[in-house]
């Protein structure tokens, strides 16, 4: 009791006053009672799990102070409360798909599965099979299956049953993931009404499990597929269906979005995506009955959406502040009005303004603008026209450089002659980006026509330079980091000349020793090397070129002597 008598009433002469506790609950004391009147109770520690209401002006937060709020967004009002108390830290929720359950997921593991309107727990509700921290928590799209992930990267999957005193029967855990899952999703089966269940974890794998042939305690995996090389996949979303194809949308640590065909699980597009402090955080779809779509993000500290289809275009996303000290989670109201986000111990509420979106874009310009933009200097730089340059030399390398015919100067070059460009300009992709380039221009017609195409024209370069290539370049840092990594146990960076030889070979994509050979004496103008032709290399005698190298490289290389030396960064690092 805040206040007490050993009679139990207040004397006279005593007037009402407010009591104000550590956990943030503020209360009236009247005079004339000795009862408490609660007035406010608020979050006292982080909130971590949000949940829109499917169908209703509803939304709940939880916060590792085990409290559950249900807040009337149109009427500004707390409807529905229940505090679940100290050492239960709420850490995920998610509603069912027409907002009849609500499920609460806490810090030491344990699911219960909560009427949405009175919050108590259903018959058969608490679901106590995870040892960790719940991180996500998803019903499927007609609520027959709920799944959750945990931070010992396992996934836990329940069925709803017939049985009224279990609703939810345990199908099986899997620790598919090495590394955090970074996204839990529902979909549906194509020309089917089967749901999907994939999850996708910062260790690139994107794992899809079979639902329909799961068993009690035997969850089987559908498919492992690696989705990245390189970047770190940090979102997924489906892509809405406004292409002929189903897509699956990722977001990477490169600030890059990747369009995935939602069968084969390849990838079909890259492009460029927002670069807004830092790369993106989590992933909504924003739909509108106008067959307008967006999709909004969170990075560490921002809020932002992305006008659909993406296209790379900068000016067709925007972002602003969201929380000062970390945006920890954000959802979207089933009509696409508001977005609400969560970061430190407050939540916020954001009306979507998509004209304003529309208005911002259209003053950055149409056509190939937005991308000349994206170059120094523009359409008049140096490297637009170092770009002309390359791409009619392209042509003339197609047709031969030792023909001697009178030659006609066209709007296309072949297909293949692509990564010899995005060399020339200073983008070395990896044979599997250059596969992903490849492949993307030559079936970006295929389902509208059924024809592949063959060669790109210049605007098409362009956009594909600016969506491939770094946003941020190469760090030097990342070279000298590698060697600190790979070095002797002193920390100088010092790598032995045959151990480094090894990795280039063993280490990454395959690469053979005379093709190793062959890059090496190229970058040293070796006699003989594809640095003295004008046409494709020629392989070099592993015996010959490795033995000259062994006299070019000295036995010990560090970070230095690698860019200076072997990649010519002279210039760079001064």
């Not at 004339?32 to 609660?38: A, I, N, P, Q």
């Not at 909130?47 to 009427?75: E, F, M, Q, R």
């Not at 409360?81 to 069912?96: P, S």
């Not at 070059?413 to 250059?434: C, H, K, T």
Request: negative net charge.
């Amino acid at each position: 009791a805040v206040v007490s008598t050993q009679s139990g009433h207040y004397g006279r002469g005593i007037c009402d006053f407010v009591v104000c506790t550590e956990q943030s609950i503020v209360c009236h004391v009247p005079s004339y009672t000795d009862k408490v009147e609660e007035i406010l109770h608020e979050h006292n520690d982080e909130i971590k799990a949000i949940a829109a209401h499917p169908t209703s002006h509803l939304v709940a937060l939880g916060s590792y102070c085990g409290l559950l709020k249900i807040w009337d967004y149109k009427n500004k009002k707390v409807v529905f409360k229940r505090a679940f108390g100290m050492g239960r830290e709420i850490t995920a929720l998610a509603y069912d798909h027409i907002g009849e359950f609500l499920t609460v997921g806490f810090y030491h593991g344990t699911i219960l599965v909560l009427d949405s309107v009175t919050l108590e727990v259903i018959e058969g509700g608490k679901l106590s099979y995870a040892k960790a921290i719940i991180s996500e928590l998803a019903f499927s799209h007609d609520s027959m299956f709920l799944a959750a992930t945990d931070i010992q990267f396992t996934t836990t999957v329940f069925r709803r049953t017939t049985n009224t005193a279990k609703k939810w029967g345990y199908i099986g855990r899997y620790r598919a993931h090495y590394k955090p899952i970074v996204k839990l999703l529902f979909g549906v089966a194509l020309d089917s009404n089967v749901p999907r269940l994939l999850t996708l974890g910062e260790d690139r794998n994107l794992v899809e499990y079979d639902l329909v042939n799961s068993t009690e305690d035997n969850l089987v995996i559908l498919s492992t597929e690696k989705m990245e090389q390189s970047a770190v996949p940090v979102s997924c979303a489906w892509y809405p269906p406004i292409q002929k194809e189903h897509f699956l949308l990722i977001a990477n640590t490169e600030y890059k979005y990747k369009l995935y065909n939602a069968t084969t699980k390849r990838c079909r597009k890259t492009l460029l995506g927002p670069t807004h402090g830092s790369y993106i955080r989590k992933l909504v779809n924003i739909s509108y009955e106008e067959d307008r779509h967006y999709v909004g993000f969170i990075t560490d500290h921002k809020l932002g959406m992305t006008a659909l289809p993406l296209d790379g275009n900068p000016h067709n996303s925007t972002a602003l502040l969201g929380h000062c000290d970390g945006n920890n989670n954000m959802v979207v109201s089933h009509d696409s009005k508001f977005i609400f986000t969560v970061g430190g111990m407050t939540s916020r509420m954001w009306r979507i303004a998509p004209d304003v979106l529309h208005a911002s874009a259209a003053l950055g310009g149409s056509g190939l603008e937005p991308y000349y933009q994206l170059l120094p200097g523009g359409r008049d730089g140096e490297l637009f026209k170092e770009m002309e340059n390359y791409f009619y030399y392209a042509q003339m390398r197609a047709e031969g450089i030792t023909n001697t015919d009178q030659r006609k100067i066209g709007k296309f070059v072949p297909l293949d002659q692509v990564p010899n460009i995005m060399r020339a300009l200073g983008f070395y992709p990896s044979e599997l980006q250059i596969q992903d380039i490849i492949n993307e221009v030559r079936f970006s017609k295929f389902v509208d026509t059924n024809e592949t195409v063959s060669q790109i024209d210049i605007g098409t370069l362009l956009k594909l330079y600016c969506n491939h290539r770094p946003v941020f370049g190469l760090p030097l840092y990342k070279v000298y980091n590698a060697f600190n990594s790979i070095g002797d146990k002193t920390g100088n960076g010092m790598v032995e000349r045959g151990l480094l030889l090894d990795l280039l070979q063993s280490r990454g994509e395959h690469i053979s020793e005379s093709e190793l050979a062959e890059y090496l004496a190229s970058l040293f103008h070796y006699e003989g090397s594809a640095t003295n032709k004008e046409d494709k290399m020629n392989p070099v005698a592993p015996g010959s070129a490795m033995s000259a190298l062994e006299e070019l490289l000295p036995a010990q290389i560090d970070g230095d002597l690698f860019t200076g030396h072997v990649l010519g960064f002279e210039a760079v690092l001064q």
